[in-house]
């Protein structure tokens, strides 16, 4: 299982994969952070394409196709802001959710942003544990996704998602 797992450094937008998580907010039309430069580098039909979703609760996910991107597709999932309340079920939401529409639309990699660790505010080694946590049970319960990658920008938040990788899977 450790090895369909793998947590890399990288900017999120150049990953030719067939889906790319963004970590969006509830009204799915871009802000900053990962959320800015996905939609930066799909171009604007990205946004065109959001704006009929009708926004996205917390915990939940939606798809769209990946535009100018290298990926084929940009799983849209918004993640709790710290301090909201239950955080960890929502962001456990966040994740299996994301993976689980992968699966419907026959994804077999995925790579994923640190959900919720920038603008939101959840502590980096605790969305790790989570993060790590429910891609596990995931790949337990459903075999169709081959790869699935982490991938982070920073030393800090490499080192903290390589350590919870190798400490949970
Ligand atoms: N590739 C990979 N990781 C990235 C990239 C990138 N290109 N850019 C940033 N990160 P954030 P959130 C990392 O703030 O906390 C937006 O405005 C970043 O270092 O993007 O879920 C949305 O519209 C951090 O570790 O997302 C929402 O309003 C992680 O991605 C709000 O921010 C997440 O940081 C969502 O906040």
């Excluded at 963004?22 to 959001?50: M, Q």
């Excluded at 996205?56 to 799983?75: D, S």
Aim: hydrophobic share 40%.
């Amino acid at each position: 299982m450790n090895d369909c797992v793998k947590v890399i450094k990288a900017d999120i937008t150049t990953l030719p994969v067939d889906a790319i998580v963004n970590a969006a907010n509830n009204s799915l039309l871009g802000g900053g952070g990962v959320d800015g430069a996905i939609h930066h580098a799909a171009g604007p039909k990205l946004k065109e394409y959001c704006r009929k979703l009708g926004g996205c609760k917390t915990g939940e996910a939606k798809i769209t196709p990946g535009f100018l991107l290298p990926a084929k597709f940009v799983i849209h999932t918004v993640g709790p802001i710290w301090g909201e309340g239950n955080e960890e079920q929502k962001l456990e939401d966040c994740y299996r959710n994301s993976l689980l529409l992968a699966a419907d639309n026959g994804c077999k990699t995925i790579a994923f942003p640190a959900i919720s660790t920038g603008a939101y505010g959840y502590p980096a080694d605790k969305a790790a544990g989570v993060a790590i946590r429910t891609i596990r049970i995931f790949l337990l319960q459903n075999s169709s996704i081959d790869q699935i990658i982490l991938a982070c920008m920073g030393n800090h938040s490499y080192e903290i998602l390589h350590n919870a990788l190798q400490s949970i899977m």
